[in-house]
């Protein structure tokens, strides 16, 4: 194999190798999702009001 094909080669394995480190050792920061008390969720229809119509 050719030198410079041989750096490179070892490049991308270097860079694949600390992605995988990094991928393990990410932990997320928990958050706090504060709400105000007078917060509601409304639903209009459902999954019981879909219906397929016949042709």
Do not use: S, T
């Not at 194999?1 to 480190?21: Q, T």
């Not at 008390?37 to 999954?47: N, P, R, S």
């Amino acid at each position: 194999m050719k030198k410079k094909l041989v750096i490179e080669l070892m490049i991308y394995i270097v860079i694949v190798v600390i992605g995988i480190i990094m991928l393990f050792m990410y932990e997320p920061e928990e958050v706090d999702v504060v709400l105000p008390k007078d917060f509601q969720i409304e639903q209009e229809g459902g999954v019981n009001d879909a219906f397929i119509p016949n042709e």
